[in-house]
Antibody, heavy 123, light 109 residues
Framework: QVQLQESGPGLVKPSQTLSLTCTVS??????????WSWIRQPAGKGLEWIGH???????KYSPSLKSRVTMSVDTSKNQFSLKLSSVTAADTAVYYC???????????????WGQGTLVTVSS | QSVLTQPPSVSAAPGQKVTISCSGS????????VSWYQQLPGTAPKLLIS???KRPSGIPDRFSGSKSGTSATLGITGLQTGDEADYYC??????????FGGGTKLTVL
């Protein structure tokens, strides 16, 4: 079955750019049926959808993060990536990647999820 | 503060039934599919219910979902200690973002 795994630095300095990659195994990222999402969760808090990317490179970002987010996809490596610029302590969270089912271009549900990776923003 | 409102906590005894509510508006639940996720301590969320009431393969029929108007409900019957977790609802919102509820912590007494 499809599995997702996040990777990237666990510590990022304030004002710098957070960069994460999600590697998809057990299936191709190049599918018309799904989008690929990033979701984050600060410690002890709820879930926040960051945005998604399609295999074509088409993206949709959360309005609250849109000015700082860039997502990309590398179908040759079966990976997609997240960049979040100008980070502050408020961006400290566990970051999850997930496969996203859509209705039109609207997310319906997320499954499966990666195990998550903790990113701490601190000097 | 979440756009979708869930009770912070619910509890029930083993073997009993519990329901978790998720209240929204016509901007979100009222016009979009609702999904539910279970997050066991220290793990990633797991899809429990998709498209308001569909159980993915492998999810026991003890778990059920329903939607009426601008609210959705997750039901769990035959509670087990292993069901202790945080539960989140989620749906698309007209603010152009997918939104999650604040989460509900289930305690099996």
């Amino acid at each position: 079955q499809v599995q997702l795994q996040e990777s990237g630095p666990g510590l990022v300095k304030p004002s710098q750019t957070l960069s994460l990659t999600c590697t998809v195994s057990g299936g191709s990222i190049n599918t018309s049926r799904f989008f690929w999402s990033w979701i984050r969760q600060p410690a002890g808090k709820g879930l926040e959808w960051i945005g998604h990317i399609y295999t074509s490179g088409s993206t949709k970002y959360s309005p609250s993060l849109k000015s700082r987010v860039t997502m990309s996809v590398d179908t040759s490596k079966n990976q997609f990536s997240l960049k979040l610029s100008s980070v502050t302590a408020a961006d400290t969270a566990v970051y999850y990647c997930a496969r996203e089912a859509i209705f039109g271009v609207v997310p319906r549900w997320f499954d499966p999820w990666g195990q998550g990776t903790l990113v701490t923003v601190s000097s | 503060q979440s756009v979708l409102t869930q009770p912070p906590s619910v509890s029930a005894a083993p073997g009993q039934k519990v329901t978790i509510s998720c209240s929204g508006s016509s901007s979100n639940i009222g016009n979009n599919y609702v999904s539910w996720y279970q997050q066991l301590p220290g793990t990633a969320p797991k899809l429990l219910i998709s498209d308001n009431n569909k159980r993915p393969s492998g999810i026991p029929d003890r778990f059920s979902g329903s939607k009426s108007g601008t609210s959705a409900t997750l039901g769990i019957t035959g509670l087990q200690t292993g069901d202790e977790a945080d539960y989140y609802c989620g749906t698309w919102d007209s603010s152009l973002s997918f939104v999650f509820g604040g989460g509900t912590k289930l305690t099996v007494l």
